[in-house]
Structures are given as structure tokens and as C-alpha cells.
């Protein structure tokens, strides 16, 4: 296995993003170029541009979401971007959702060791967890799948009238746009292209926003939703 680089100091920004908290990110940096190349879960080649690439993009997402909801990363990997947005806004409650149990421990470690009391992880795909998992007001992910394919996971989670966040890249005007009719069957009424991180980031971190109406999901994914709901209902009696 190829050796991870050194783990480059934190840039000024950092502290700027994370505030009281810039201890804990510094922790969580250093798990990740440890135990998350030991383990699987980013590159060697990652380490050195850990801190502009990974924590500092995903931070910045907290600059587009509600005071106060409920989030759910899906797909959270080793954490991103769930872990730096629980490290800056301590006021959401926050769900990171994985399949992966390597990968589910190591999040798990993560919390513990960082005392994020304001998030839970989740083993299991988005699609299982449906009707079990409380319904949020954010989706979140990074990474995860093209766009359409990754709405088909993560808006049937949200309420009504929630929304999803996912950080794409340059491609990401296309990718939304060559996703709308997907996008329209799940329910979504409104959708944009955002740039965050302004003086934090360069280049500004891009987000995909997509917020549903009254059926996140879809007619299709509501009776879905209500069946397993009656369920886990019936389950919890017996």
C-alpha cells in the first residue's frame, strides 16, 4: 500500500471556517490522513490537499443551509461533507448514511472521538432506510452518483418542501440540466446552481439545489414511504 504524504498545515482559512471548533477539524484531518488511507477511504494522494480539496469545500456548504433543520448525508464515505458541516454548525441534527461497515466504523470513531452529539450514523443505502428514517428537511452529498441517480436516493428522504444540496464540479450546469426530467418525476419544483466559499475557497465550491414540493419523491415513492411506515409500525408492536 502506497504511503500516505504528510498531512500539510492548516491554512488561516480553516480557522476562520471552523471557529471554536478548529481543534476538532485538525483531528479530523489527521484521522483521515491516517486511519482513512490505512483503511480505504480517500487516496494517499489526497493528504496533501486535504484541507482546500475536502474539509474546506464541504464546509462552506453551511453557508446554503437552514438555521435549525435536520440533514441527512447520504452516501457520507469517510464523511464528507457531513463531518465539516456538524464541526460548523452545531445547530443542525445532523444523519450520515452509509452502507459500508468499514466505513460506517470509522464515522462512528469519528463522532465519538470529535463529541459530535449532534450526529448520528446510520448504516444502510438510502433506498432501505426509507420509511424507517425520519424524514428530513436537507439532503446532503459529495461525490456520490450523477445527478439523476443520486435525486432517486435522496428526495424521497426529505419532507415536504425540503431540499438537496450536492457539491459537483465544473459540469455541474450540465449535469442538472440533462437531469430534469428525472428530476420533475421525483416532485422537484425548483432547482439552481450555486457558488459558495467566496474568500474561503478557490475555486468556489459548486452546489446543486433542488427543492421538492408537497410529494418528495414522487407519487411512486409516497405509497412506498406510507407502506413502510404501516410496517415498522406493526414491527414495533409486536
Known amino acids: 500500500m502506497t504511503e500516505a504524504a504528510e498531512l ?34 480517500i487516496g494517499p494522494r489526497e ?5 482546500e480539496r475536502h474539509l474546506l469545500n464541504c464546509a462552506v456548504l453551511s453557508e446554503v443551509v437552514p438555521k435549525g433543520v435536520t440533514v441527512c448525508d447520504v452516501g457520507s464515505g469517510a464523511g464528507l461533507p457531513g463531518i465539516p458541516l456538524a464541526l460548523v454548525r452545531p445547530d443542525l441534527k445532523i444523519t450520515l448514511l452509509e452502507p459500508l461497515l468499514r466505513r460506517t466504523n470509522f464515522l462512528q470513531e469519528v463522532v465519538e472521538l470529535l463529541g459530535l452529539d449532534h450526529v448520528t450514523v446510520v448504516r444502510g443505502r438510502a433506498e432501505e432506510v426509507l420509511g424507517t428514517l425520519q424524514p428530513v428537511h436537507v439532503v446532503t452529498a459529495r461525490a456520490v452518483a ?15 418542501y425540503g431540499e438537496m444540496l450536492a457539491l459537483k464540479g465544473d459540469t455541474a450546469e450540465e449535469e442538472l440540466n440533462g437531469a430534469r426530467a428525472a428530476l420533475s418525476k421525483l416532485g422537484v419544483l425548483e432547482t439552481e446552481v450555486l457558488q459558495v466559499g467566496e474568500g474561503l475557497v478557490d ?10 414540493g408537497e410529494s418528495p419523491g414522487g407519487v411512486r415513492f409516497a405509497a412506498k414511504r406510507a407502506k413502510a411506515a404501516r410496517t415498522e409500525r406493526t414491527r414495533r408492536r409486536r
Not at 9 to 22: C, I, K, N, R
Not at 47 to 51: E, M, Y
Not at 203 to 212: D, H, I, Q
Open 8 to 41: 500539510p498545515q492548516a491554512p488561516a482559512e480553516a480557522q476562520a471556517v471552523f471557529g471554536e471548533l478548529f481543534p476538532e477539524a485538525v483531528r479530523y484531518a489527521e484521522l483521515l490522513a491516517d486511519a482513512g488511507v490505512k483503511r480505504g477511504l
Open 47 to 51: 493528504v496533501p490537499r486535504l484541507w
Open 146 to 160: 450523477p445527478l439523476d441517480r443520486l435525486a432517486g436516493w435522496g428526495v424521497p428522504l426529505l419532507k415536504p
Open 203 to 212: 475555486p468556489l465550491s459548486t452546489v446543486v439545489r433542488v427543492v421538492v
